[in-house]
């Protein structure tokens, strides 16, 4: 029954809690309105191998990702949901790859169902896979070639080894054409000590060349393409992203080395009790070729990550499917021997977790209203609901942990699915303005000019209309690359000259501006610009529309 219907009940559970919720709530900024925006104007201008942002060159990523993304929409529409289905693709990808890898190692259709459920119930996974940016591609292509790679070493036929090689090299390839050379590094990070280890070297060095050669040939006309169209990139690409990224001294998000270690524990919810004891059995087993296989392939990347100087939280999902199939493991061993403590223990946290959840939800409700009970009244009962399911759930595998085991990733799913719509309307408005912005794209598509000053509210203008020319009111930010060329400098105007572009821009027409004003100095733009303005207001986003002026 298990091996029957465990991956199609998967695959459903897969279906409602992550693909319907996507088209539930706006863009996030500042990631998923510029991805959006990215991937939209390669599909409206036709130019496929440079990324530009709003028209400006952007060159902080390669393409793949755009490409995934702009197929999407190119599919299901410009819309929410064709934004995020190439990441909630690529995380339904991983986790079918754990179900084939589990099958792969342990041919036990238990294990396998064990580990799945646990990957996508994991809340960093499940979020992730809901969530329009590179990350959910990356992770599956290194999940991929790691795989692949597990193939190489385990095939026994030449044929089928040669295969895996292949593999190897193209999800290699696509990994670095989504976000760089760091899907070459990270599987001989893995590949090297492990064939150390097990004194095959050899095979390493002559096998090894099929899958360069095979990502070569994948990903050199891009690279070729690329750098004709613009000899700058490879420079800024290789030295920016890669060098200052991970070892300069001004690295972005400079943290302390342990910085992973809290957060693989907080990644590992709803299953944090069950991280101990897997990592124990992992160690004791590390002399053997699967579990030391899996090890590497956790430890390894962590290791890589925490020495860099800059980090981010996402940097560590490839870590995941491994941490997947090794709690997995664990978790069918323990149930096979109905040892069932580990389990309880995890219920009765997460139970607590959820208790203090809805206790600090109330405490607020009564001292600082998070929701206003006239207008928001649905969202504050759909996250009670996901409080309370969350406990729920929790509270079954707390008293019947051996045969309840799986519950808590309800409330993970629950949690992922409706907290985005639930969230209170102080955080939707000021965190998702193409929402504010698709109810007057009318005003504003008639604009002959559109300003902004915040780059995430002017990229998600810029994908709402179509319109890509988006003029930078007195920012910059991460373009502040692309907009140092001659041929977009004139996009940015700071504080002395708007008031002057924003008189020559009303003789051709009506005028659209999109404001975030956040803090005092926002409020100062604001209050500089003229005030025979229509404007609109929602949270701290603001749009003004400024009529034609009369010769």
């Not at 985005?420 to 000019?449: F, R």
């Amino acid at each position: 029954m298990i091996r029957r219907w465990a991956l199609p009940l998967l695959l459903l559970v897969f279906g409602l809690c992550y693909l319907v919720p996507m088209a539930t709530h706006g863009l996030w900024i500042p990631d998923e309105t510029r991805y959006a925006q990215i991937s939209q104007e390669m599909l409206l201008t036709g130019k496929w191998a440079s990324p530009h942002f709003m028209g400006i060159r952007y060159f902080e990523k390669p393409v793949a990702g755009y490409w995934m993304i702009a197929l999407g929409q190119a599919i299901f529409g410009q819309n929410l949901f064709g934004v995020r289905f190439a990441s909630a693709l690529a995380t339904g990808l991983s986790i079918l790859l754990v179900y084939f890898m589990s099958r792969r190692l342990w041919n036990d259709p238990r294990k396998s169902l064990a580990s799945s459920l646990l990957y996508m119930s994991f809340v960093s996974i499940a979020a992730s896979g809901g969530y329009a940016n590179l990350d959910p591609q990356f992770t599956f292509w290194v999940n991929l070639s790691v795989v692949a790679l597990w193939l190489c070493f385990d095939s026994s036929s030449r044929r089928a080894r040669l295969g895996a090689w292949t593999l190897l090299g193209l999800a290699c390839a696509m990994g670095f054409m989504t976000k760089g050379f760091l899907a070459w590094l990270l599987p001989i990070l893995i590949a090297l000590p492990y064939m150390v280890w097990q004194k095959r070297t050899r095979e390493l060095l002559t096998h090894g060349s099929v899958a360069i050669a095979v990502a070569i040939v994948v990903s050199l006309p891009w690279a070729l393409m690329v750098h004709a169209q613009e000899p700058d990139y490879w420079r800024f690409f290789f030295w920016h992203e890669h060098i200052q990224r991970f070892a300069g001294a001004d690295a972005q998000h400079d943290a302390a080395w342990w910085y992973y270690l809290p957060l693989l524990v907080a990644f590992s919810l709803p299953w944090v009790v069950l991280l101990p004891a897997t990592l124990k059995q992992a160690w004791q087993a590390r002399r053997t070729p699967k579990s030391g296989f899996l090890l590497l392939w956790l430890l390894m990347p962590l290791a890589f990550f925490s020495l860099s100087k800059g980090k981010l939280p996402a940097y560590i999902l490839p870590c995941l499917l491994p941490l997947a199939l090794l709690m997995g493991n664990t978790l069918a061993e323990k149930l096979a021997a109905a040892r069932g403590r580990t389990l309880q223990v995890n219920g009765w946290l997460n139970l607590v977790l959820g208790v203090l959840g809805l206790l600090a939800l109330v405490y607020f409700q009564i001292k600082k209203p998070l929701y206003d009970l006239h207008e928001e009244l649905l969202s504050l009962v759909l996250v009670v609901i996901v409080l309370v399911g969350w406990i729920l759930s929790n509270l079954l595998q707390a008293t019947r942990p051996l045969r309840l085991w799986a519950a808590p990733a309800i409330g993970s799913w629950l949690l992922v699915a409706l907290v985005p719509a639930a969230l209170p309307h102080s955080v939707v408005y000021n965190k998702t303005p193409d929402q504010l912005i698709i109810d007057h794209v009318p005003e504003l598509q008639q604009a002959s000019a559109l300003l902004s000053n915040d780059l995430g509210a002017a990229s998600a203008l810029s994908w709402r209309l179509g319109r890509p020319e988006i003029t930078l009111y007195n920012t910059v930010g991460e373009v502040k690359y692309g907009i140092a060329f001659a041929d977009t400098a004139y996009r940015r105007v700071d504080i002395p000259q708007v008031l002057k572009w924003l008189a020559k821009a009303r003789q051709k027409g009506s005028v659209g501006v999109v404001m975030r004003v956040k803090g005092d100095y926002a409020r100062m733009e604001l209050n500089l610009l003229p005030k025979d303005a229509k404007r609109y207001e929602q949270g701290n986003m603001v749009i003004l529309i400024f009529p034609q002026a009369v010769p």
